[in-house]
């Protein structure tokens, strides 16, 4: 499922995750039937927010009473961060801030593993801070919370190209802040090219920076990514 929607194969990637459901239907067991239901989650089409929210939630209650062990309170951490996301694209902050409190409790209580299920722990937990503060439109906020950010213990390619993402994403709506953007997305797709070329915020975000002005060389690298996701410029 998520390499499928990685790379942009959105349709595939939730029939991924029906057929997951499914196989935990059959096992019947806790932990399978909480991470199918974090993969349908995940699988949902970015603008139908509320269904995500209500999986994720729903989930994290059911898988609340074992997430004592390790492994099962990695996936209720992670069901937390996507049902936070989903309630800020939706525009409820409070309960996105509910689930990122709880989340980032779990994440301090287990701390850093190298295998963590999602790279849970309490870097990514700051990353998903960012991506949240996105989806309020507060960029001075979501810069703020990335200057504190140190990859040093994150393994994970695709969740350091997303940092450096979101940052760029940030900077494109700050002023005075484009050189900032351009740098950071094309960190990001010097990390996961494959990742960030397919991402659609990514994209709106170039797309935004084709329309600013831009210095000869920043319009140069702007259009080189344009040029590499297909965008016409």
């Known amino acids: 499922m998520t390499t499928l929607k990685a790379l942009g194969h959105p349709d595939l990637a939730y029939l991924a995750a029906a057929r997951a459901n499914e ?24 603008g ?24 099962a ?8 961060l996507t049902a936070a996301l989903s309630a800020a694209a939706i525009s409820r902050p409070t309960l996105a801030a509910d689930h990122l409190a ?19 722990g309490p870097t990514n937990v700051a990353l998903w801070g960012i991506a ?11 810069v703020q919370v990335s200057s504190g950010v140190v990859l040093g213990s994150m393994p994970n390619k695709e969740r350091r190209a997303v940092f450096h993402a979101d940052r760029g994403r940030a900077f494109a709506h700050l002023k005075g802040e484009l050189p900032g953007a351009v740098t950071e997305l094309r960190k990001a797709e010097h990390i996961a090219p ?9 994209q ?18 702007v ?3 344009a040029a590499r996701m297909g965008i016409p410029h």
């Open 132 to 142: 949240i503060a996105m989806e309020h439109g507060d960029y001075g906020q979501a």
């Open 73 to 80: 309170g990695e996936l209720y951490g992670m069901l937390h």
């Open 204 to 221: 709106e975000t170039v797309l935004h920076l084709l329309g600013r002005p831009l210095s000869a060389a920043l319009g140069r690298e």
């Open 194 to 202: 494959q990742i960030i070329r397919n991402n659609p915020v990514v």
């Open 23 to 46: 196989a935990a239907t059959l096992l019947d067991e806790p932990l399978t039937t909480a991470y199918a239901a974090y993969l349908r989650a995940r699988a949902m089409p970015k």
């Open 223 to 225: 259009r080189g990514m």
């Open 102 to 120: 709880e989340a980032r409790s779990v994440a301090v209580r287990l701390g850093e593993r190298q295998n963590a299920f999602g790279t849970f």
């Open 48 to 71: 139908d927010w509320d269904r995500p929210l209500r999986i994720a939630s729903a989930a994290a209650d059911r898988l609340e009473p074992h997430s004592r062990s390790r492994d």
